[in-house]
């Protein structure tokens, strides 16, 4: 049916934000975009080449770490050093 637009998925994600609170650090999003942590996205993937998921939209957008680290700074979020911080919070 096609692929959702970068603001429905804003809307979607920042819903999900409020039912969950901030106690659950995993709220992801794909395609990483700009809109995602502003609405409340605490994980990105970063992919290079096409993603074996789409078999009928072109979704590669060749996101580096420091590209995605690039949006959360932009997007006011603070950018943690080292492991990941969703599994040593377990």
Same mark, same amino acid.
């Given at each position: 049916? !096609?692929? @959702? *637009?970068?603001?429905?998925? $804003? %809307?979607? =994600?920042?819903?999900?934000? =409020?039912? #969950?609170?901030?106690?659950?650090? !995993? *709220?992801?999003? %794909? /395609?990483?975009?700009?809109?995602?942590? #502003?609405?409340?996205?605490?994980? =990105?993937?970063?992919?290079?080449?096409? *993603?074996?998921?789409?078999?009928? /939209?072109?979704?590669? @957008?060749?996101?580096?770490? /420091?590209?995605?680290?690039? #949006?959360?700074?932009?997007?006011?979020? /603070?950018?943690?050093?080292?492991?990941? $911080? #969703?599994?040593? $919070?377990?």
């Amino acid at each position: 049916y !096609g692929m @959702r *637009n970068y603001a429905d998925m $804003a %809307h979607v =994600l920042a819903a999900v934000r =409020l039912a #969950m609170g901030y106690d659950v650090i !995993g *709220n992801c999003t %794909h /395609e990483p975009n700009l809109l995602g942590p #502003m609405a409340g996205a605490t994980l =990105l993937w970063a992919e290079s080449g096409s *993603n074996p998921r789409d078999t009928k /939209e072109d979704t590669t @957008r060749s996101l580096s770490v /420091e590209n995605l680290r690039e #949006m959360y700074l932009e997007s006011g979020w /603070e950018v943690l050093e080292g492991p990941s $911080a #969703m599994y040593a $919070a377990k």
